[in-house]
């Protein structure tokens, strides 16, 4: 972490092209565009982007980093242009339940013990299609790493 940013020349990155496209909405107001971060983690890229005024769609599974991302944002008076789901992408929506492999050590997937369990063990997911949140959007493709 250097200057308060997790990766710093992401943060630039990201920050450099939101500008262009602002200057690009300044003369074609028509078409909004917003940004999506599929997988939140603990909401760097996500609060980054909302500060800068982006319209945002974050999805994040993990139950407890959803919460506090969604309090950062929330205390930071992102309520207007980042929102944010507590759901993990799949190719349709439904609740996916699983049991954790226990014969690795979980030492090998800490990820899993931020899951919520259920009663008989199981983890527990509800799932949701992008398509589904951002029905009248047209998304642009953009890869990280």
Same mark, same amino acid.
């Given at each position: ?29 028509? %078409? ?9 983690? @603990?909401?760097? @890229? ?19 980093? @959803?919460?506090?991302? %969604? ?70 493709? @953009?890869?990280?790493?």
């Amino acid at each position: 972490m250097m200057k308060g940013q997790w990766e710093p020349e992401m943060n630039f990155l990201f920050t450099l092209l939101w500008e262009q496209e602002v200057e690009k909405q300044k003369q074609n107001p028509v %078409e909004e565009k917003i940004v999506l971060d599929l997988g939140v983690n @603990f909401g760097a @890229f996500f609060l980054h982007a909302a500060s800068l005024g982006a319209p945002i769609v974050g999805i994040e599974m993990q139950p407890k980093l @959803f919460t506090a991302v %969604e309090k950062s944002s929330r205390l930071s008076g992102f309520t207007n242009n980042a929102h944010l789901y507590n759901k993990a992408v799949w190719y349709r929506q439904k609740e996916l339940s699983f049991t954790p492999n226990y014969y690795s050590p979980r030492v090998y997937n800490l990820g899993h013990t931020w899951l919520n369990m259920d009663k008989t063990g199981k983890y527990v997911i509800n799932t949701t299609r992008v398509d589904s949140i951002i029905s009248n959007k047209k998304v642009q493709k @953009f890869k990280h790493r």
